[in-house]
């Protein structure tokens, strides 16, 4: 430790003078204050125990799900249309008028039931998170790279995590866990026919598609709303991979997905995804065979074409994973002018779940962090809470005034641009789940859709983690497969048949052979 003033003296006015938090230059890093040189250490020691509580408390809880992700900034420019048409026909959000608006973007990839540190080859739909830093504040459009999902109904959701992330007991995921509820909800059997096959194992985060999946609304200056639903289309083409090609991966890298965005940012190789639309006129529509409203379908892309709106870049790595990727915070109530929720009971689920985790994951004041908070003047009557840093005030505003309304001053009520939205809603209240299920229709048409090496890959990877699965859990899926489609609930049976149910009692999901994707498996389109 330096005894010299003068030396001191000079540390405090160099730049790279370490400091402890309160600003007092640190002298001695190196060594406790104790006595004599073996010790014991002295309470008094504020500056170790500032260092020391401070790293005690250098994570926060991690997300829920989704905890394992990636980020990265950039900007999205508008078309100024959405196919042939001017945008302004179905809604009047800002950000999409004018042809090459740009609005800056944070996104957040992700996998979904694994922890923070887990490989990045496992089988598990993948988060696409994007928040629109937009001149009325903030969007988030928090979607998958797989278009639908598991569940129709946002009840179901805590325990369809439960059954898929690792066993309360044995901390292992357990494929029979997984398939127990999968058996018991047929609506998440078109989920599985993605996951199971090669689009559950995304190749990198650039070559992924992107999908708000829930049903939402535009709502255009007259007030008159459409349904609409956003698709992210990746320009570098979209791969995937096999069971075995993901195996290899994950023997020497558990981060490739993370390398691969920041590398390709890095050197300037900045990714891209078109953002487009598909848009149904707002009703029950009784004509097609599934609900508008169920997310574990898509819409016919022949009936309802994707229409592209805009383009995302992301151009710049962040500068801190925690301060940004970690901090950052999407929800699905998190709208503007213009965009609207619909009736899709999912949608309304999640836009509770967000925020309310939010305040707990990151504390009440998450909307104050600078990744979180909008690019916009922020002015409300709200104050106080843990780590609150700042005042939300107009300039000149009376601090006397922290409510509305008031004959004295204080803040006032926004005009609202445009007219409201306002449908009209009735019926009893009930616990009914929707009619026009249709459960395994669709995953019928996309089994068809897929290559025969995707299919293989699919029946492969449910034969090796059915196989320990209970008899009746198996029998339940392949009458499933069946009823999808005859070809794939007979292979699908003849594997399992093929297979012994020796071994393990408990499985865990992925890590076994698959067929190997032929190497033009880059694919363009929907
Ligand atoms: C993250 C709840 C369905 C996509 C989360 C988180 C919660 C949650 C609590 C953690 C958020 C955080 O800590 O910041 C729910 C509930 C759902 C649901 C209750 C159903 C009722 C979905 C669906 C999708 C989805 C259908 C895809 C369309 C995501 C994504 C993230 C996430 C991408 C990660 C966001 C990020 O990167 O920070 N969800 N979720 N979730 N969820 Fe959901």
């Known amino acids: 430790m330096s005894d010299d003033l003068s030396n001191n003296k000079l540390n405090e006015e160099q730049e790279d003078t370490l400091t402890n938090r309160q600003g007092h230059p640190v002298t001695n890093n190196q060594n406790l204050r104790t006595v004599g040189n073996r010790g014991p250490a002295?309470?008094?020691?504020?500056?170790?125990?500032?260092?020391?509580?401070?790293?005690?408390?250098?994570?926060?809880?991690e997300r829920v799900v989704h905890?394992?992700?990636?980020?990265?900034?950039?900007?999205?420019?508008?078309?100024?249309?959405?196919?042939?048409?001017?945008?302004?026909?179905?809604?009047?959000?800002?950000?999409?008028q004018e042809k090459g608006k740009q609005t800056p973007v944070f996104v957040r990839f992700s996998s979904v039931i694994h922890g923070g540190h887990s490989p990045e080859t496992l089988r598990d739909p993948r988060g696409f998170a994007v928040k629109f830093y937009t001149e009325d504040g903030n969007w988030d459009l928090v979607g998958n790279n797989l278009k639908i999902f598991f569940i129709r109904d946002a009840i179901k959701f805590p325990?369809?995590?439960?059954?898929?992330?690792?066993?309360?007991?044995?901390n292992i995921q357990d494929s029979e866990r997984f398939f127990d509820f999968c058996a018991s909800s047929p609506e998440s059997f078109h989920m599985v026919t993605f996951v199971y096959s090669p689009w559950g194992?995304?190749?990198?985060?650039?070559?992924?598609?992107?999908?708000?999946?829930?049903?939402?609304?535009?709502?255009?200056?007259?007030?008159?709303?459409?349904?609409?639903?956003?698709?992210?289309?990746?320009?570098?083409?979209?791969?995937?991979?096999?069971?075995?090609?993901?195996?290899?991966?994950?023997?020497?890298?558990?981060?490739?997905?993370t390398q691969d965005l920041y590398d390709a940012i890095k050197e300037g190789d900045y990714p891209?995804?078109?953002?487009?639309?598909?848009?149904?006129?707002?009703?029950?529509?009784?004509?097609l065979d599934f609900d508008p409203l169920d997310d574990t379908k898509l819409w016919p892309e022949d009936q309802f074409p994707w229409l592209p709106v805009g383009k995302m870049t992301l151009n710049k790595n962040p500068e801190d994973y925690f301060t940004e990727v970690e901090q950052v915070a999407f929800g699905t109530g998190v709208l503007?002018?213009?965009?609207?929720?619909?009736?899709?009971?999912?949608?309304?689920?999640?836009?509770?779940?967000?925020?309310?985790?939010?305040?707990?994951?990151?504390?009440?004041?998450?909307?104050?962090?600078?990744?979180n908070s909008p690019k916009k003047r922020v002015v409300t009557n709200q104050n106080g809470g843990q780590m609150q840093y700042k005042l939300d005030r107009a300039p000149g505003q009376n601090p006397h005034i922290n409510?509305?309304?008031?004959?004295?001053?204080?803040?006032?009520?926004?005009?609202?641009?445009?007219?409201?939205?306002?449908p009209y809603i009735e019926g009893n209240l009930v616990r009914e789940s929707i009619d026009r299920q249709s459960n395994t229709k669709q995953a019928g048409e996309t089994y068809r859709m897929f290559e025969e090496w995707e299919r293989a890959d699919l029946i492969s990877n449910l034969v090796s983690d059915l196989s320990s699965c209970d008899q009746r859990i198996q029998d339940k899926m392949i009458a499933l497969a069946e009823e999808a489609d005859e070809e794939y609930g007979r292979r699908l049976r003849e594997?399992?048949?093929?297979?012994?149910?020796?071994?393990?009692s408990q499985k865990p999901l992925g890590n076994r052979d698959g067929n190997k994707a032929p190497d033009e498996a880059v694919k363009k389109g929907h």
């Open 159 to 170: 325990d369809m995590i439960h059954a898929f992330k690792p066993d309360p007991i044995t």
């Open 495 to 504: 594997g399992l048949a093929q297979t012994s149910t020796k071994g393990s």
């Open 67 to 96: 905890a394992r992700g990636a980020g990265a900034h950039g900007y999205f420019q508008a078309y100024g249309t959405v196919g042939d048409e001017p945008v302004s026909k179905y809604t009047r959000a800002k950000l999409f």
């Open 201 to 257: 194992i995304p190749a990198n985060y650039r070559m992924m598609q992107g999908s708000g999946v829930n049903t939402y609304k535009w709502v255009n200056q007259k007030g008159v709303a459409v349904l609409v639903k956003y698709h992210w289309e990746p320009k570098q083409g979209i791969k995937n991979l096999t069971q075995q090609e993901a195996s290899e991966i994950q023997g020497t890298s558990f981060n490739h997905a």
């Open 42 to 61: 002295v309470l008094e020691n504020y500056d170790f125990l500032e260092k020391i509580s401070h790293f005690d408390r250098e994570r926060i809880p």
């Open 403 to 422: 409510y509305e309304p008031s004959i004295l001053g204080g803040l006032k009520e926004a005009v609202q641009d445009g007219i409201e939205h306002t």
């Open 336 to 371: 503007v002018d213009g965009l609207d929720f619909s009736d899709d009971k999912m949608l309304q689920g999640r836009t509770f779940s967000y925020s309310d985790t939010q305040r707990h994951r990151v504390g009440a004041n998450y909307l104050q962090l600078p990744i």
């Open 272 to 287: 891209e995804w078109e953002l487009l639309v598909q848009i149904m006129s707002d009703d029950e529509h009784s004509e």
